[in-house]
């Protein structure tokens, strides 16, 4: 084992990797401005939904989360130059990390591996060749790597691709209707909408990619498949960038397949001018024991999180507890209607809220079809008539739809959930029972 984690192999791959990483990580962050997802999810706003426990994180006002992306673009690009690497990846880490947490309209498990991936290019020497900092300072040049660097990045993709793969296993996706559901949203696309309305594509999109997701890092480790599982995952990817127009992720995803390639092959192709390394080292590192017990347990950590919902009752498809940081991408459709009724305790009035005096489009949807939002907001009418110096009562009526089955009661009538706590380790007993196991009409 020592000798599989510390032994020093060529560090092409990671070098190649941190351009193309700081090239995507620039461009989320100022496409993000670009395209008007910053002032759609942080600027329209009056309220934002933050991860709960995250409240105290909120966005700047004014324009100040335009100079914050901004900010964020810069470290991308200095990540990608090689300029003062450890401080920028480190700040663009925690910069993406608070607007992760900030806000959750826009959740995506991609924007949650990111997170995980910044963090460890954190801690790997990405910087000791083609970069600013070996301009700076020469010493730190070096052709190789211990082995670990690669492994931990290949290993966090086999977790992320297999319970990818293992989530789809259920009936709405096996049946191909949640693809169906998805790919009816595309039907205005140019050229393609129509053909993406075929039964038979539901079909083979629904099990090709479950068993990509299961197959493709084995595929990719094995030296006689990796071309074709190779040429497999620029075709997925592309699909999808095009398809669901998933921001980065497509990208990120090809460019972290150069670790399963041979790294000589890798300095052949992209740094033709860089020596060979050749020599046999193998580390033996000061802090090698914390290194590996915090490994263990970060590792532990990423297997444990996505089987939480297990241990919940009721289905996480209609519950969402355990949904969140547990790789379940596009796996569901959800819709719902709701009314929210406020009774001041004092005095007995009651009235409906007009929820388009609050939120934006977006958070409409949201609110009416995921418990945890509803809790948020009844916490927020809670929280805006205690200011007014009145003590309020909120019962909302909702009704959801999940992969086009008919709507049913999702929220308990009866609970008062300006009084609720929020648990986000047990089941929350103001959410009905389900009842997905019967077969959609």
């Given at each position: 084992?020592?000798?599989?984690?510390?032994?020093?192999?060529?560090?092409?791959?990671?070098?190649?990797?941190?351009?193309?990483?700081?090239?995507?990580?620039?461009?989320?962050?100022?496409?993000?401005?670009?395209?008007?997802?910053?002032?759609?999810?942080?600027?329209?706003?009056?309220?934002?939904?933050?991860?709960?426990?995250?409240?105290w994180l909120q966005p700047l006002p004014g324009f100040g989360m335009y100079i914050y992306y901004v900010i964020m673009g810069v470290f991308g690009l200095f990540?990608?130059?090689?300029?003062?690497?450890?401080?920028?990846?480190?700040?663009?880490?925690?910069?993406?990390?608070?607007?992760?947490?900030?806000?959750?309209?826009?959740?995506?498990?991609?924007?949650?591996?990111?997170?995980?991936?910044?963090?460890?290019?954190?801690?790997?020497?990405?910087?000791?060749?083609?970069?600013f900092d070996v301009r700076r300072k020469p010493e730190i040049r070096s052709l190789s790597m211990p082995n670990w660097c690669a492994w931990i990045i290949i290993?966090?993709?086999?977790?992320?691709?297999?319970?990818?793969?293992?989530?789809?296993?259920?009936?709405?996706?096996?049946?191909?209707?949640?693809?169906?559901?998805?790919?009816?949203?595309?039907?205005?696309?140019?050229?393609?909408?129509?053909?993406?309305?075929?039964?038979?594509?539901?079909?083979f999109i629904a099990y090709s990619g479950l068993l990509f997701d299961l197959l493709v890092i084995p595929l990719l480790l094995i030296r006689r498949t990796r071309?074709?599982?190779?040429?497999?995952?620029?075709?997925?990817?592309?699909?999808?960038?095009?398809?669901?127009?998933?921001?980065?992720?497509?990208?990120?995803?090809?460019?972290?397949?150069?670790?399963?390639?041979?790294?000589?092959?890798?300095?052949?192709?992209?740094?033709?001018?860089?020596?060979?390394?050749?020599?046999?080292?193998?580390?033996?590192?000061?802090?090698?024991?914390?290194?590996?017990?915090?490994?263990?347990?970060?590792?532990?950590?990423?297997?444990?999180?996505?089987?939480?919902?297990?241990?919940?009752?009721?289905?996480?498809?209609?519950?969402?507890?355990?949904?969140?940081?547990?790789?379940?991408?596009?796996?569901?459709?959800?819709?719902?209607?709701?009314?929210?009724?406020?009774?001041?305790?004092?005095?007995?009035?009651?009235?409906?809220?007009?929820?388009?005096?609050?939120?934006?489009?977006?958070?409409?949807?949201?609110?009416?079809?995921?418990?945890?939002?509803?809790?948020?907001?009844?916490?927020?009418?809670?929280?805006?008539?205690?200011?007014?110096?009145?003590?309020?009562?909120?019962?909302?009526?909702?009704?959801?739809?999940?992969?086009?089955?008919?709507?049913?009661?999702?929220?308990?009538?009866?609970?008062?959930?300006?009084?609720?706590?929020?648990?986000?380790?047990?089941?929350?007993?103001?959410?009905?029972?389900?009842?997905?196991?019967?077969?959609?009409?």
């Amino acid at each position: 084992m020592n000798r599989f984690l510390f032994r020093h192999i060529d560090n092409s791959a990671l070098i190649v990797f941190r351009v193309i990483f700081g090239i995507l990580i620039f461009c989320e962050a100022i496409g993000a401005i670009l395209l008007g997802w910053v002032k759609a999810t942080m600027v329209d706003p009056q309220f934002t939904f933050s991860f709960i426990g995250f409240e105290w994180l909120q966005p700047l006002p004014g324009f100040g989360m335009y100079i914050y992306y901004v900010i964020m673009g810069v470290f991308g690009l200095f990540v990608m130059l090689g300029y003062r690497y450890r401080l920028s990846i480190i700040m663009y880490t925690l910069m993406w990390t608070a607007t992760y947490f900030m806000q959750k309209s826009s959740y995506n498990n991609h924007y949650y591996l990111l997170i995980l991936l910044c963090g460890m290019m954190a801690l790997l020497p990405a910087n000791r060749w083609l970069s600013f900092d070996v301009r700076r300072k020469p010493e730190i040049r070096s052709l190789s790597m211990p082995n670990w660097c690669a492994w931990i990045i290949i290993f966090q993709m086999w977790i992320v691709y297999t319970y990818a793969s293992v989530a789809k296993m259920y009936p709405d996706w096996l049946d191909g209707s949640v693809i169906k559901l998805l790919f009816l949203a595309k039907k205005h696309y140019f050229l393609i909408g129509d053909f993406l309305q075929q039964q038979w594509l539901h079909y083979f999109i629904a099990y090709s990619g479950l068993l990509f997701d299961l197959l493709v890092i084995p595929l990719l480790l094995i030296r006689r498949t990796r071309k074709w599982a190779f040429i497999a995952s620029i075709f997925f990817h592309l699909f999808n960038s095009f398809v669901f127009q998933v921001g980065i992720f497509p990208y990120m995803s090809l460019g972290l397949c150069l670790f399963f390639f041979e790294p000589e092959y890798i300095r052949s192709l992209f740094l033709k001018k860089k020596p060979v390394f050749d020599k046999e080292i193998i580390d033996d590192p000061k802090f090698k024991k914390i290194g590996l017990i915090s490994a263990s347990v970060y590792f532990i950590i990423q297997i444990g999180l996505p089987l939480r919902h297990w241990f919940i009752p009721d289905n996480v498809l209609w519950t969402e507890e355990g949904h969140k940081l547990s790789w379940r991408m596009m796996l569901r459709s959800r819709s719902g209607l709701a009314r929210f009724k406020v009774i001041d305790k004092a005095t007995q009035e009651q009235f409906m809220i007009n929820l388009d005096d609050y939120l934006t489009q977006k958070q409409k949807r949201l609110v009416s079809s995921r418990p945890d939002f509803i809790w948020q907001f009844a916490q927020l009418l809670k929280k805006e008539f205690k200011d007014q110096g009145q003590d309020i009562a909120v019962y909302v009526k909702c009704q959801v739809s999940v992969n086009g089955r008919p709507y049913r009661q999702l929220i308990d009538p009866e609970i008062d959930l300006a009084s609720v706590k929020w648990n986000a380790f047990r089941h929350s007993d103001w959410i009905l029972p389900s009842d997905l196991e019967r077969k959609k009409p």
